[in-house]
């Protein structure tokens, strides 16, 4: 049976493959209270502090997601020397991470997202961050580091928020051929619309508004969605997309054949932050464990239903999975 192939991955060779991601490395960070009253001096609420919490998001979110799940990981990238980037590396260490792969880009700031909340609700988020693109002297560093480790990892995953790192196209093939011709999957979630420096990746996973803005076609219904996934699949040459639909699931493109579609389970929704991070994790340790795509999908499906039941930037782990799988509910395993 499928789920029993799932199950097998899950317990008895996820703990086994070594990933790198590389991308853009954040820091999410809450500023905790409780609003009383509105301010006489202006019309806002006045957050009555009671703390600050602190956790990894972006690309770090993904190997927490991975360490979480059982991956043994390694994380490359860019962290400023500032507070927050040394907060950052420690945490990563502290986690079992490999931090080996993360360079300081002279004065360049970490990209944080300061989010002031009250138990109930977000009032305001602020963003520190610098977009530019990486230093080119940096991407040597982090191509060489990468180069020098290839045959350690099972997989690499480009986690593109569009921060700077994998601004580069060029840096981003030469790294897509490096795993190719040492026979390592590459998987890609990128917010970039130049889809073409995806060639030869193993898939490439965007969601509803990712596809529509990289190939300006608007998503409304299965047709135009069709029209999408083919358009991106045909403009990137890569070998699969996953497109996250959110509610409605995950859809499969793949030449030669149909749009395969996996509907969500339907779940109780706190917090849809991370959603995508999950899955590509999930569809990333399947592939690397022996699955098909459509198993790993099945299984990213499950493991994004456990995600956004929970609040802010979360984490799926191996126990978690396990006991979804061992429920066997519909799950639509095939």
Not at 43 to 72: C, D
Not at 79 to 99: C, K, P, Q, V
């Amino acid at each position: 049976m499928r789920e029993d192939r799932l199950a097998n991955a899950v317990l008895n060779n996820f703990h086994k493959k070594r990933i790198l991601v590389l991308g853009d490395l954040m820091v999410d960070e809450y500023i905790l209270g409780k609003v009383g009253r509105i301010s006489p001096e202006a019309p806002v609420p006045i957050l009555n502090y009671k703390g600050t919490q602190r956790s990894a998001g972006g690309a770090s979110n993904v190997a927490l997601n991975m360490h979480a799940m059982g991956g043994k990981l390694a994380m490359a990238g860019v962290a400023g020397l500032d507070d927050s980037g040394i907060w950052l590396r420690e945490f990563l260490r502290n986690a079992s991470i490999d931090t080996e792969g993360i360079f300081a880009d002279g004065d360049r700031l970490t990209t944080v997202k300061i989010r002031f909340a009250t138990k109930a609700q977000q009032l305001l988020r602020v963003d520190k961050e610098d977009n530019s693109p990486i230093q080119e002297n940096v991407c040597t560093k982090i191509f060489e580091y990468i180069a020098s480790h290839i045959s350690e990892w099972d997989a690499v995953v480009l986690s593109d928020y569009c921060k700077g790192v994998l601004d580069d196209s060029k840096f981003v093939r030469k790294i897509i051929h490096l795993c190719n011709i040492n026979h390592v999957i590459v998987t890609v979630d990128s917010k970039s619309r130049h889809i073409d420096a995806f060639e030869n990746a193993s898939f490439v996973k965007p969601n509803n508004l990712e596809l529509e803005n990289a190939v300006n076609i608007q998503i409304g219904d299965l047709d135009s969605l069709d029209r999408a996934g083919k358009a991106y699949l045909e403009r990137s040459k890569a070998k699969c997309i996953i497109v996250t639909r959110g509610s409605e699931g995950i859809s499969i493109f793949e030449n030669g054949s149909n749009r395969r579609d996996y509907a969500s389970k339907a779940v109780q929704v706190f917090d849809v932050t991370g959603a995508g991070d999950t899955v590509i994790s999930a569809v990333t340790l399947g592939l690397a464990s022996g699955l098909t795509i459509d198993e790993a999908v099945i299984l990213a499906n499950i493991a994004a239903g456990i995600v956004i039941g929970k609040r802010g930037t979360a984490v799926v782990t191996r126990d978690e999975l396990m006991e979804k799988l061992n429920e066997k509910k519909d799950y639509n395993f095939g």
